[in-house]
């Protein structure tokens, strides 16, 4: 009897199946630890450096300290570095590590029978990044232990770190001093290239505004100038020529004259002296209508230039 065709496509299945499927592993610099695995579109060369760099508060009555290290696993439990103690300076890293896993913290005591964990801590790389994906790329803090009778799955990862953070205050948690670095070659350079195009930006905005301000400056001391001079030489003229009438310089109301003739003058000179007065007013009149217009026309050249410099500049 010859085997069916579905009979032989399903064993050739389940010798695939049977068969065990490598998978790309991210590579550890400096400390072995097992690879991490996540998001597929990881960029290469990304690194993420976890280190404790001291350690206070542990309970000696609990466990010895020379009988406690740390451990760092995945969300699941499984295994990525055993440190030698509770202290790794030097830290571990973890190769094109997505920001977005979350990672665990276990301080175990060595026993005769093999170890047992006492304290644990959930580490959120998705809320720890926010603190890493800007300049230094760098963050270091305190972070309290919690007893191995809380679990970790109690609430939100986020929300668990946040409560492991507040313990810093509380004596009677053990805490250890955790740093976090991120190296994205990429991701900084775009930021340095982001800097230097701000810089620039404010640079040349910084001159279009002394070259607008210099120009709106002398623009309106221009016109503020020119509307002066006029009236300042009407005026001059004005009484340069009432002196001239008289000579000697005296007015006409210093000769004697009949007293018929002194009435009349007497019309006559206020008749004049209304005509000077209106010949100087009237320019004084026209100047200031003069500064007006120029006071007008510089704040409608400022409006316009404002307008341009509003439609013209990038915003931000």
């Known amino acids: ?21 490598q998978a790309p592993q991210p590579g550890l610099g400096g400390s072995h630890a097992a690879p991490v695995h996540g998001q597929a579109d990881v960029q290469a060369g990304t690194s993420v450096n976890i280190s404790i760099q001291d350690s206070k508060d542990f309970p000696v009555d609990v466990a010895p300290t020379q009988e406690l290290y740390s451990e760092f696993t995945m969300s699941d439990g499984r295994l990525l570095f055993e440190c030698p103690g509770l202290v790794k300076a030097t830290g571990i890293d973890l ?124 623009e309106i001391q221009k016109l503020t100038r020119t509307a002066r001079d006029p009236g300042g030489t009407s005026a001059s003229t004005s009484a340069s020529a009432s002196s001239a009438s008289v000579p000697g310089g005296s007015t006409s109301s ?34 200031e209508d003069r500064m007006r217009e120029a006071l007008l026309s510089s704040m409608r050249f400022v409006g316009g230039v404002r307008q341009m410099l509003a439609s013209n500049l990038p915003s931000g």
Not at 165 to 172: A, K
Not at 195 to 217: D, N, P
């Open 1 to 21: 009897l010859k085997p069916s065709a579905s009979a032989v496509a399903s064993a050739q299945h389940m010798l695939m199946l049977a068969q065990p499927q």
């Open 95 to 218: 190769m094109n590590c997505p920001l977005s896993v979350v990672l665990k913290l276990r301080v175990r005591r060595r026993i005769a029978q093999g170890s047992v964990v006492l304290w644990h801590v959930v580490l959120p790389l998705p809320l720890i990044s926010k603190y890493l994906l800007n300049p230094p790329h760098e963050w270091e803090t305190w972070i309290g232990l919690m007893p191995n009778t809380q679990s970790l799955e109690a609430h939100p990862p986020d929300v668990m770190f946040t409560q492991s953070v507040h313990l810093i205050s509380r004596p009677e948690f053990p805490k250890l001093r955790l740093r976090f670095l991120y190296h994205n070659p990429e991701l900084q350079a775009q930021l340095s290239a982001q800097r230097e195009l701000l810089a620039k930006e404010t640079l040349r905005r910084a001159e279009i505004s002394q070259k607008v301000g210099r120009s709106q400056f002398e």
């Open 254 to 287: 210093e000769r004697p004259v009949p007293v018929a003739a002194k009435s009349d003058m007497t019309g006559i000179a206020e008749g004049e002296r209304h005509g000077v007065a209106e010949a100087i007013v009237v320019p004084v009149d026209r100047s």
